[in-house]
């Protein structure tokens, strides 16, 4: 039987997809990559942003519709929505056959038999607040270059926004030992680049009442043999320690990139976040990063059109992006979701609006990113090679700065490469360069 998996949202989902992947194939379906051949198909679900959630229901109505010609189809919710809105899914898809959330994942088999045996829909969205992720050293990752490890689950910071602390619980980190057992074996298996997932890496060991744990899992997982990069996403700022900056003067291969979510460039608005941080907290966390190391790379995400940002917070914002230069940005048009404190306030700004300066912060941001990437031009960076690039003999990979290079060469090369590339190029979205 073949099962097709469509994933939406973050790193930590693509992750839990890979796991799915496995656990379907202990089911004994295979990886199918079209879905019209899938016997099964799961949808993993994201509910960060309305548009998200509906991008994953309308996909689920299209397979109702076929489910009523192909009564033997099954179709599972994993994800986000499903832990958000459980029961709800089925009652309003009922060809739907299972509702599984992201801590019951680990359970697919045991939940996929029950739903056959007894032919009825199943919900599986416990939530508990001490969930331990299992051991995963049973799962033999299929063989990449570069690879996702998650090392904590949930959240515990409340961004009024934000619906994840209510979608994957509350914060728990897994044990030191389970993280380096399966960097281990990833790496066995031919990896050489890990990046380390969670919500907020920065407060990693808390739940077990430990400070600053995680600069002390970087500099364990970073002294593997065999790994030539690690990487860590996502921080927030407000628990971004001297300590963590000080990793990447230490250690050679933690990548010189930091992803630092601002969301605001205002005060005002920072507070009706609930952030933590000011805005002056903020920039001296990039100048003290700056300081550790030179040439980081820095990213960000950034939320437009919060409810009550006025003209001078927006205008804050822009002065902000102008002043750290950021390599690249992520940008949203802030989207109210159902149980969050912000859903609830005053303020809410105009599509339109919102739309307004989202396009003025894009064109600002890029404009800043080309000439950064303009700024490599005639120099040298290191790339993992992915894949081959958009034209014909041309190969494709991330720079240690985690920037996407395009590059020709004229000996053979092969995915898992490192390669010296002399960067002829910068572009918006990319390097182009030639293979040294
Ligand atoms: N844990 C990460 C963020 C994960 S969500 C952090 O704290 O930085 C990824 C991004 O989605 C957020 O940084 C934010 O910019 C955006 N986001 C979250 N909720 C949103 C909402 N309701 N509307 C618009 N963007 C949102
Ligand atoms: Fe959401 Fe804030 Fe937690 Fe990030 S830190 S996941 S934005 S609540
Ligand atoms: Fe989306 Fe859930 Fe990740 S809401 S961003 S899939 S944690």
Request: aromatic fraction near 6%.
């Amino acid at each position: 039987m073949n099962a097709y998996i469509e994933t939406f949202g973050c790193q930590m989902n693509e992750r839990d997809s890979e796991i799915l992947a496995h656990l379907l194939g202990r089911a004994a379906y295979q990886q199918t990559s079209t879905i019209d051949d899938a016997d099964l198909v799961l949808i993993n679900t994201c509910s960060i942003r309305g548009k998200a959630e509906q991008k994953a229901m309308s996909l689920l109505g299209r397979l109702a519709i076929r489910k009523k010609k192909e009564p033997r189809l099954k179709i599972v919710v994993a994800g986000c929505v499903a832990q958000q809105e459980g029961q709800r899914i089925i009652d309003r898809v009922p060809q739907t056959d299972l509702v599984i959330g992201p801590q019951e994942i680990y359970r697919l088999p045991e939940y996929l038999d029950k739903v056959v045996r007894s032919g009825k829909s199943l919900v599986a969205n416990d939530l508990v607040d001490r969930f331990k992720i299992p051991d995963l050293g049973h799962v033999s990752p299929a063989p990449a270059a570069s690879r996702f490890l998650t090392i904590m689950q949930g959240c515990n910071n409340f961004c009024t926004y934000c619906i994840v602390p209510y979608t994957r619980g509350r914060e728990t980190s897994r044990p030191v030992a389970d993280i380096t057992a399966e960097a281990r074996k990833m790496i066995d298996s031919g990896t050489s680049e890990i990046t380390l997932l969670g919500q907020n890496v920065n407060s990693y060991g808390l739940d077990r009442g430990e400070e600053n744990a995680f600069p002390t899992l970087l500099r364990r997982v970073a002294s593997l043999p065999g790994l030539r990069r690690l990487r860590f996403t996502t921080s927030n700022p407000k628990d971004l320690s001297p300590t963590l900056m000080a990793c990447f003067r230490d250690l050679d291969n933690l990548c010189p990139w930091f992803h630092l979510p601002v969301q605001s460039g205002s005060d005002r608005v920072l507070r009706r976040m609930n952030r933590k941080y000011s805005r002056r907290e903020y920039l001296d966390r990039v100048a003290g990063l700056r300081d550790a190391c030179p040439e980081i790379a820095i990213t960000t995400d950034i939320i437009v059109g919060f409810p009550g940002e006025e003209e001078p917070d927006f205008a804050d914002t822009m002065r902000l992006v102008q002043t750290v230069g950021y390599h690249s940005a992520y940008s949203f048009k802030y989207s109210p979701r159902p149980g969050t404190v912000a859903a609830g306030f005053d303020g809410m700004i105009e599509e339109e609006e919102k739309s307004r300066r989202l396009a003025l912060l894009q064109s600002r941001q890029n404009e800043i990113t080309l000439a950064v990437n303009r700024g490599y031009e005639g120099g040298e960076v290191e790339v993992l090679v992915e894949g081959t690039g958009r034209d014909p003999g041309q190969w494709r990979g991330h720079s240690r700065h985690n920037v996407v290079v395009n590059f020709t060469a004229d000996a053979p090369v092969a995915v898992g490469d490192y390669c010296r590339v002399r960067v002829v190029q910068g572009c918006m979205n990319s390097l182009r360069g030639e293979k040294i």
